[in-house]
């Protein structure tokens, strides 16, 4: 989210432009998504996962002979294609870690398991603007400064790729994800019918999940990459710390549905978060901006259990197309490059003709999370079960 600011800076961008590094970025998940899938099933979920964490560390190193163009559009979409590079990375890590974390223990927990999971990710999300900024001067932007950050980056990322290498990881496999589900001994009669498919397109559930995932990967995307802009918006000092309050939110968010989700069926808790979420999204429209930026905190949280809500309830019952299934809802993480996108060029339309966004443009832009909430709502209330059996 710090870089959309930064390189609309230095390369002189319209709003519009400067969100297509995240579009750069989320596009790898459609074009590597099913790809990811066949690699995964032919080297296993460890050794994926260690290609995947070398492919983004070098992203990372390409961001260094990108920062030092700064000030020519070459630079501008060499940048792009760096981020592209570390989304594919990102592609097979995601296929790779997300099935695993799932398929790991019960399904009924797997929401739980990955906001645990969640706790690291999204302290990045924090951590990453603020190491970013003692290097760079958001509202002043030198992006020849840069190759040190990325250098380091980089450097962290192969090193975690070294460790997972050395690390024993077993291999896991969903139920009824054999050849030959009556073979395994499997009574599950979901199970049994999976096997009777010949595509992953024919699981409804599936497909409505993907939606689920692709719209919720773009709202959760959306405040993390804005923040900083609205902050400059607003006028408030140091707006790079505003982008924290979002993975702030997400991190108290895990720790309590860690304990929540004890009590809690996840597909209930889903229903109540995407609740919340909806009264947080009509207070940032409504309320004064200089107070409306902290409900970023409250949409964090309540982001903090919809992606392994939604995974878990789009995967479960899928046996034998267990991967490609996977493959198919990473596709959806495209929707982090869609929503914030479409946000940009809402606000070029909103604002007036000759300046600069004013707060108030951002929320009117920001109605855009209303329809998004609502279709995850449906999907936890009712979408979730599409075309499988009644009990």
Same mark, same amino acid.
């Given at each position: 989210g710090i870089m959309v600011p930064i390189l609309e800076t230095a390369f002189s961008l319209s709003k519009g432009m400067s969100y297509l590094l995240l579009t750069a970025t989320f596009s790898a998940f459609l074009i590597f998504g099913r790809p990811s899938g066949v690699v995964i099933q032919r080297i296993g979920y460890k050794r994926s996962m260690v290609i995947a964490l070398l492919i983004m560390a070098l992203g990372m190193l390409l961001f260094i002979p990108s920062a030092r163009m700064s000030g020519s559009m070459a630079g501008f979409y060499?940048?792009?294609?760096? =981020?592209?590079?570390?989304? %594919?990375?990102?592609?097979?890590?995601?296929? $790779?870690?997300?099935p695993y974390v799932t398929i790991c223990g019960p399904i009924e927990k797997a929401a739980q398991r990955m906001c645990a999971m969640g706790i690291m990710n999204k302290s990045a999300w924090y951590l990453g603007p603020v190491f970013l900024?003692? !290097?760079?001067?958001?509202?002043?932007?030198?992006?020849?400064? /840069?190759?040190?950050?990325?250098? +380091? $980056?980089?450097?962290?990322?192969?090193?975690? $790729?070294?460790? +997972?290498?050395?690390v024993s990881l077993p291999e896991v496999k969903a139920a009824g994800e054999e050849e030959d589900p009556k073979d395994s001994g499997s009574g599950n009669i979901e199970v049994l019918v999976a096997s009777k498919k010949t595509s992953? *397109?024919?699981?409804?559930?599936?497909?409505?999940?993907? %939606?689920?995932l692709f719209i919720y990967v773009g709202v959760e995307t959306l405040p993390m990459a804005s923040a900083i802009d609205f902050a400059n918006a607003i006028g408030l000092d140091n707006p790079a710390q #505003?982008?924290? +309050?979002? =993975?702030?939110g997400l991190v108290i968010g895990y720790i309590i549905s860690i304990f929540l989700l004890q009590v809690m069926h996840q597909r209930k808790a889903l229903i109540? !978060?995407?609740w919340v979420a909806l009264l947080a999204s009509f207070s940032l429209i409504l309320l004064p901006a200089r107070q409306a930026i902290y409900c970023f905190g409250v949409?964090?949280?309540?982001?903090? *259990?919809? @992606?392994? /809500?939604? @995974? /878990?309830?789009?995967?479960? &019952?899928?046996?034998?197309?267990? &991967?490609?299934?996977?493959?198919l809802l990473v596709m959806a993480i495209v929707g982090g490059a869609v929503l914030p996108l479409i946000f940009g060029f809402v606000l070029d339309f909103?604002?007036?003709?000759? =300046? =600069?966004?004013? $707060?108030?443009?951002?929320? &009117?832009? #920001?109605?855009?999370?209303?329809?998004? #909430?609502?279709? +995850?709502?449906? #999907?936890?209330?009712?979408?979730?079960?599409?075309?499988?059996?009644? &009990?």
């Open positions: 060499m940048f792009l294609a760096a =981020s592209f590079i570390g989304g %594919i990375g990102n592609t097979l890590l995601q296929a $790779a870690v997300n900024s003692l !290097f760079i001067d958001v509202k002043n932007p030198v992006l020849n400064q /840069a190759h040190i950050p990325f250098g +380091i $980056a980089a450097g962290v990322i192969a090193l975690l $790729a070294v460790l +997972i290498f050395f992953v *397109l024919q699981f409804p559930h599936l497909i409505l999940g993907a %939606i689920a #505003y982008s924290g +309050i979002v =993975s702030i109540l !978060f995407t949409l964090g949280f309540s982001h903090s *259990l919809m @992606w392994g /809500a939604i @995974w /878990a309830l789009a995967i479960d &019952k899928l046996g034998k197309f267990t &991967k490609s299934g996977a493959s909103v604002r007036s003709i000759g =300046s =600069s966004p004013s $707060a108030t443009d951002f929320q &009117k832009a #920001y109605i855009l999370f209303i329809p998004c #909430y609502l279709f +995850i709502l449906y #999907y936890a209330l009712s979408g979730y079960k599409a075309g499988l059996r009644k &009990k």
